[in-house]
T-cell receptor, first 112, second 116 residues
Framework: QQQVKQSPQSLIVQKGGISIINCAYE??????FPWYQQFPGKGPALLIA?????SEKKEGRFTISFNKSAKQFSLHIMDSQPGDSATYFC???????????FGAGTILRVKS | DAGITQSPRHKVTETGTPVTLRCHQT?????MYWYRQDPGHGLRLIHY???????DKGEVSDGYSVSRSKTEDFLLTLESATSSQTSVYFC???????????????FGEGSRLTVL
C-alpha cells in the first residue's frame, strides 16, 4: 500500500508551458513534504519542500501548493524548459526528512 | 557534492550468492539510509542508521541486513540474492547544519544490481 500516491506517471509539456504534478497522502502525521528531481544515471536531489503550516511555497519557477484538508500537494513548474526534463518524486515524512516515503515518480519531458 | 560514494556502481550476480554494497561518506553525518528504486514504486526505504551500531528497518527490509561499525561507512548485505532484488540501490545521508538535522537527503549515484 502506497502511502504517497503520485500522478501522472508521465507528462509531456511544451517549452514555456506549465507542468503540474500531484500527490496525495493518507497519514495526517506527515509534517514535511519535499519534491526531488532526478536526472538519468544520478541520484535524486532536493528541489523544494514545504511544511504544513503554509499553503504555498515558491522558489524561482517552482511552486508547491499544499492543501492540508484534502491531504494533497502539488508541484508547479512555470515556463518549463527542456532542461527540466527529469523524473520528479514527491515525498513525505513525520520526522523532518527522516524515513522519507516517496511517491512512484513522474517522468517529465519538455519539448522544445 | 555531499561526499557520498557508493561501491560497486554495477554488479551482476547469481541467485543465492551474497552481495554487499558499500556507502561511504566523508562529512560525518549521523543519519544514513539505503533505498531501492524500481519502476512504478519510486524509492523505498530498506534500512537506515542513526549512529554507529544504531540501525532500524524500513518498509522493505526482508532479505536485507545492514551494518555500521564506523560513522563513515554503511553496508547493505543481501545474504542470498534473489531475482526480486534486482534494482538500483541508493545510499543517502541526512543533511545537518551544525548539530541540527535538516530535512534534506543527499543521495549517492546509485548501485545497479542485477541478480540472474
Amino acid at each position: 500500500q502506497q502511502q504517497v500516491k503520485q500522478s501522472p506517471q508521465s507528462l509531456i509539456v511544451q517549452k514555456g508551458g506549465i507542468s503540474i504534478i500531484n500527490c496525495a497522502y493518507e497519514n495526517t502525521a506527515f509534517d514535511y513534504f519535499p519534491w526531488y528531481q532526478q536526472f538519468p544515471g544520478k541520484g535524486p536531489a532536493l528541489l523544494i519542500a514545504i511544511r504544513p503550516d503554509v499553503s504555498e511555497k515558491k522558489e524561482g519557477r517552482f511552486t508547491i501548493s499544499f492543501n492540508k484538508s484534502a491531504k494533497q500537494f502539488s508541484l508547479h513548474i512555470m515556463d518549463s524548459q527542456p532542461g527540466d526534463s527529469a523524473t520528479y518524486f514527491c515525498a513525505a515524512s513525520m520526522e523532518y526528512g527522516n524515513k522519507l516515503v516517496f511517491g512512484a515518480g513522474t517522468i517529465l519531458r519538455v519539448k522544445s | 557534492d555531499a561526499g557520498i560514494t557508493q561501491s560497486p556502481r554495477h554488479k551482476v550476480t547469481e541467485t543465492g550468492t551474497p552481495v554487499t554494497l558499500r556507502c561511504h561518506q566523508t562529512e560525518n553525518h549521523r543519519y544514513m539510509y539505503w533505498y531501492r528504486q524500481d519502476p512504478g514504486h519510486g524509492l523505498r526505504l530498506i534500512h537506515y542508521s542513526y549512529g554507529v551500531k544504531d540501525t532500524d528497518k524500513g518498509e522493505v527490509s526482508d532479505g536485507y541486513s545492514v551494518s555500521r561499525s564506523k560513522t563513515e561507512d554503511f553496508l547493505l548485505t543481501l545474504e542470498s540474492a534473489t531475482s526480486s532484488q534486482t534494482s538500483v540501490y541508493f545510499c543517502a545521508i541526512r543533511g545537518n547544519t551544525g548539530s541540527l538535522n535538516t530535512g534534506e537527503l543527499f543521495f549517492g549515484e546509485g548501485s545497479r544490481l542485477t541478480v540472474l
